[in-house]
């Protein structure tokens, strides 16, 4: 699975739009959250089988989404931003470059987001195909090692072209295993030349590992205070976990098409089907009655009610 599963930096405003009244919740809600992060999962298929993984809990068949579906689904009047990922891994997509291509020429910002296992025979095509941004994901800092050298050739290929973009991201999923591992993880971007690091929590809801355990709000707390100190030394970005609310950071500010074109609010909740978007415009489902009543109602929903994401 590509790590993200979150939502990219670039579209990260920092106003906030609260629901006023259910009587407006259609108009308002669509109104407040438009221009958001379109997520598309543009695979199933993936080469890694992750301990946290919620692909391991789907059981779906491995597909991937055709060039002419994802055209059909990007509305660059809707969407400033673009982020190529899901339960999969973005790079077994044959047609993910021409996607790149034809989003950045919608004027669409585009981020990729991946394992990096696959990085090696890639790197011309990615820096080619032009994207915005790239985040490698991480979870194990064992499984990191083996892909370094292929971080740091394409870091060094992008630096040799003289080329601004594409900005390169660690996207660190937190859980107890990695926890103090991380302030040296950020040290490790910061002489690689790394942009960012993009820390987030664990999601663990379905039980994908009953194994893993997300840290504690009082562990959290300190391990963050602990890495903004070493962040702010190395004079690198970092960006935490904002504090959850309702409607919640993911859903003011993203949306999420499936590799089958059903349209769902998050990537945690990939079988809450609120349209097709190969059906219909996926416009016409932000501003549909079902999908206001399900932000209108998040707050009760059993998985929602229950995410510190």
């Known amino acids: 699975m590509s790590a993200y599963r979150g939502l990219p930096l670039t579209n990260f405003f920092k106003k906030e739009f609260p629901l006023t009244g259910s009587e407006k919740h259609l108009t308002h809600v669509f109104d407040s959250f438009r221009y958001r992060t379109l997520q598309v999962e543009i695979t199933t298929a993936c080469n890694l089988d992750c301990t946290i993984c919620l692909r391991r809990k789907l059981e779906r068949p491995n597909r991937s989404l055709s060039l002419s579906d994802f055209k059909r689904i990007l509305d660059p009047g809707l969407f400033r931003y673009v982020g190529l990922h899901g339960w999969g891994e973005p790079l077994l997509n044959r047609h993910i470059f021409e996607m790149i291509e034809h989003a950045r020429s919608k004027g669409v910002i585009t981020n990729l987001t991946t394992n990096g296992t696959l990085l090696a025979d890639r790197i011309d095509e990615i820096l080619d195909s032009g994207p915005d941004e790239i985040a490698f994901g991480i979870y194990d800092p064992d499984l990191l090692s083996n892909v370094l050298p292929d971080i740091e050739d394409f870091v060094g290929e992008r630096n040799k072209r003289s080329l601004k973009f594409p900005k390169v991201y660690f996207d660190i999923t ?15 971007a910061s002489d690689m030349g790394i942009e960012a690091v993009i820390i987030h929590r664990l999601f663990n809801l379905y039980g994908v590992d009953s194994e893993v355990e997300c840290l504690s709000a009082e562990d959290e707390k300190d391990l963050f205070k602990e890495i903004k100190k070493v962040a702010r030394f190395l004079k690198i970005k970092l960006y935490l976990p904002e504090k959850h609310s309702y ?20 990537t945690y909740l990939p079988e809450e089907h609120l349209g097709d978007a190969l059906q219909e415009s996926v416009k016409g489902i932000l501003k549909s009655r079902r999908y206001g009543d399900f932000v209108r109602k998040m707050k009760r929903h059993p998985v929602c009610g229950k995410c510190r994401w």
Do not use: A, H, M, W
């Open 174 to 188: 937190l859980y107890q295993e990695n926890r103090d591992r991380v302030p040296d993880l950020i040290r490790l």
């Open 247 to 266: 409607p919640c950071l993911i859903i003011k500010r993203s949306i999420f098409v499936t590799v089958d074109g059903k349209v769902t609010p998050c």
